[in-house]
């Protein structure tokens, strides 16, 4: 769905003028996050506060400079104006950028180039400094849309057009519209071949070239933290919840860095809850249904990431920014339907539950996946049907339009807002009672949010203090003291 860049170019004149202006209230949750595309309306993911955006580097890097204002891929999007809207509107925005660009492919038959590592052809990918052409290119995004800025000449913009008459991308620095940039996605990808997969010394050296040009020896133009110093640099999410990945990271950071430092501001972890998953393998298992958190220990994987973090990273945040549901009955990671409920009002509780399990175990954000469905969802393949929205497509009948489990994440994410999780006052282990107290300088009250951890349709009174609550498998706020 094509957008014309107008309005976004005025607002962003308008916070480039006007740069000492207070900052915009958030208009969503900051702990409700969604993994996103650059063509959703961000009119349509109001409750989440942070935005994960997948990106194709194809759509914005060239062998001479960075393409982004319009890109040369996703539906020609005007990034400055897209990441000037959501600064405006409070969002959090989060680029994703991986899959290698055509340009620096080697010479492999299919596309499965796209997925290999994003070393320099015929390089090693343990070497840090094989990464010269990916560390640069990040150097130019973090350099654009960071706060620091740079003198021309540090610039590298594609004079390449699409077309006749095309619009140039033009060179621009400082404009302080991103906070965060997450080079690559899931690099321990088991279910690739050899050559698209990190190993964890491959992954922390990659991401020591990312964070800052593994510590300035790639030269003055490579790497995030070069251009700007307070740009937060997020780990890649792993596949799942690997604790023993991270290890051999650490590792190889504390042997390979003089700083011994381990190149990322935020830790991210990705985990699906399947009938196939095992408590004792980290390794996520597709190949069954999709079930409720609580049945497959999210709330117990996670704080097993946390306690690596207390550990190791004391204070660095933990994200888990992939987790969710497909509705079409045909999917290996279908919510499944119970007690009268349809897939999709599963899947918003599901995942709704999900979102307050991770709350209780520590983390410090998380992303549903995902805002919309894939064009070929009625296939039934894995992921095509996670969108708590449909498609933009025609086909989909209402472009956009929500599904039946959206307004309980909407609910959940205004019924928390201004509070953190406090005390897990759980009186058994099939009823969830989670306490969550207002932050500093909130005016609200303390709540109590109640649920059933079963997948059947069950209801049950539990007593609380001196009340009697009914509690269901859908998470209740309660507003009044106990």
């Known amino acids: 769905m094509k957008q014309t860049p107008f309005i976004g170019i005025l607002l962003l004149l308008a916070i480039c003028a006007n740069a000492q202006s207070p900052p915009v209230p958030p208009s969503g949750h900051p702990f409700f996050g969604i993994n996103s595309f650059p063509w959703v309306p ?4 109001r409750p989440f506060g942070l935005v994960r955006q997948y990106q194709m580097t194809e759509w914005t890097w060239k062998k001479d400079g960075i393409t982004v204002a319009p890109s040369h891929g996703a539906n020609d999007e005007h990034y400055d104006s897209l990441f000037a809207e959501a600064k405006y509107k409070g969002v959090t925005m989060v680029p994703v950028l991986s899959w290698r660009p055509a340009w620096l492919k080697p010479k492999t038959a299919g596309d499965a180039w796209q997925h290999e590592t994003m070393n320099d052809p015929a390089t090693d990918p343990a070497n840090p400094l094989s990464y010269r052409e990916w560390a640069a290119y990040l150097y130019q995004w973090s350099a654009r849309y960071g706060r620091h800025r740079h003198p021309a000449e540090r610039l590298k913009v594609s004079p390449e057009v699409r077309w006749t008459n095309d619009s140039k991308n033009t060179s621009a620095s400082g404009l302080d519209l991103l906070h965060y940039i997450e080079p690559e996605n899931e690099p321990n990808r088991w279910w690739r071949p050899p050559s698209a997969q990190y190993t964890p010394e491959q992954a922390a050296a990659m991401l020591s070239a990312a964070y800052d040009g593994h510590e300035g020896q790639m030269g003055p133009l490579c790497g995030i933290k070069t251009a700007d110093s307070t740009m937060r640099v997020v780990m890649p999410g792993l596949a ?19 700083d011994r430092r381990f190149p990322a501001d935020v830790l991210n972890v990705h985990h699906y809850c399947n009938a196939a998953n095992r408590r004792d393998n980290p390794r996520i298992h597709l190949t069954r249904h999709g079930v409720q958190p609580e049945a497959d220990s999210l709330r117990e994987r996670l704080r097993d990431v946390v306690r690596w973090r207390n550990k190791n990273l004391p204070n660095v945040p933990i994200w888990l920014s992939e987790f969710g549901y497909d509705t079409h009955p045909a999917s290996p990671q279908r919510a499944v339907p119970h007690g009268g409920r349809s897939a999709e009002t599963v899947q918003g509780i599901w995942n709704a539950r999900a979102y307050l399990e991770a709350m209780a175990a520590g983390v410090d954000a998380a992303f549903v996946f995902t805002a919309i469905d894939e064009p070929n969802e009625q296939s039934g393949g894995l992921f095509t049907s996670s969108g708590i929205m449909q498609g933009e497509h025609p086909q989909s009948g209402k472009p956009f339009a929500a599904k039946a489990g959206y307004a309980i994440l909407e609910q959940l994410a205004a019924d928390l807002a201004g509070l953190r999780f406090s005390a897990d006052l759980s009186p058994a282990p099939e009823v969830r009672l989670y306490a969550f107290d207002p932050m500093p300088g909130v005016p609200k009250p303390r709540i109590l949010i109640a649920w059933l951890t079963s997948a059947s349709g069950a209801t049950r009174t539990v007593q609380v203090g001196e009340q009697m609550i009914l509690v269901t498998e859908v998470p209740q706020t309660f507003f009044r003291k106990f």
């Open 42 to 45: 961000l009119s349509k993911v």
């Open 240 to 258: 799942d919840i690997n604790v023993a990945y991270l290890d051999a990271m650490l590792a190889w950071c504390q042997s390979n860095r003089r």
